[in-house]
């Protein structure tokens, strides 16, 4: 069957650190992928693309990569603040046509401690 | 703009009754999106629609859900009869990726808050 599995446990980590985040599928073929963070109460805001084609991606202090052979993604953040504290979602793209249908994972909460 | 506008943001009900929720995507805009999110299920794809045609309500729990893009600027999700296991966020979602060669992010609205006693 399809899944796509992100770490369930919350991951905390000391102020300055990196952060590193998994998203794991199996049964897809993506053309791509998303990451998304949620604050509390709030809609999921969109973070960083990456497609199929490539293996890495940087935005200021996010990097993504993404590994169709492994069928996994992985989401950095160097340098954690506190304010980097949130749930953070990755999302697959089909490849079989532009629809823009997204599949999400069950989201990983961050907790910075300063 | 306004970013995509939901309304309402909470809604108490009771089982049996008739709900509908409504968002206004951003303009310009020619795919919206409808989600659940629970604990449990985390964030679930409901139906969407690209240029106001339903695409895939293979996500739609069962008939009592029904949803309607009467325009660009308006659709409606409505569950009618309500029960408690319904009970969660629902978020509109709306894109320009469509058929523009381009894969766009989503815009997620702030969601509404539905609890069926």
């Known amino acids: 069957s399809q899944k796509i599995e992100q770490n369930s446990e919350a991951l905390n980590i000391q102020e300055g650190k990196t952060a590193t985040l998994t998203c794991n599928y199996t049964?897809?073929?993506?053309?791509?992928l998303q990451w998304y963070r949620q604050d509390p109460g709030r809609g999921p805001v969109f973070l960083l693309l990456?497609?199929?084609?490539?293996k890495e991606k940087r935005k200021e202090r996010l990097k993504v990569t993404f590994d169709t052979t492994l069928k996994q993604s992985l989401f950095h953040i160097t340098a954690s603040q506190p304010a980097d504290s949130a749930t953070y979602l990755c999302?697959?793209?089909?490849?079989?046509?532009?629809?823009?249908?997204?599949?999400f994972g069950q989201g990983t909460t961050l907790q910075v401690k300063p | 703009d306004a970013g995509v506008i939901q309304s309402p943001r909470h809604e108490v009900t009771e089982m049996g009754q008739e709900v509908t929720l409504r968002c206004k995507p951003i303009?310009?805009?020619?795919?919206l999106f409808w989600y659940r999110q629970t604990m449990m299920r985390g964030l679930e794809l409901l139906i969407y629609?690209?240029?106001?045609?339903?695409?895939?309500d293979s996500g739609m729990p069962e008939d009592r859900f029904s949803a309607k893009m009467p325009n660009a600027s308006f659709s409606t999700l409505k569950i009618q009869p309500s029960e408690p296991r319904d009970s969660a966020v629902y978020f509109c979602?709306?894109?320009?990726?469509?058929?523009?060669?381009?894969?766009?992010?989503?815009?997620f609205g702030p969601g509404t808050r539905l609890t069926v006693l």
């Open positions: 979602a709306s894109s320009s990726a469509y058929g523009q060669g381009v894969i766009n992010e989503q815009f």
């Open positions: 049964n897809y073929s993506p053309a791509y």
């Open positions: 990456i497609r199929e084609n490539e």
């Open positions: 999302a697959l793209g089909e490849g079989s046509s532009n629809t823009g249908k997204l599949i």
């Open positions: 303009s310009g805009h020619n795919s």
């Open positions: 629609f690209n240029n106001n045609v339903p695409i895939d």
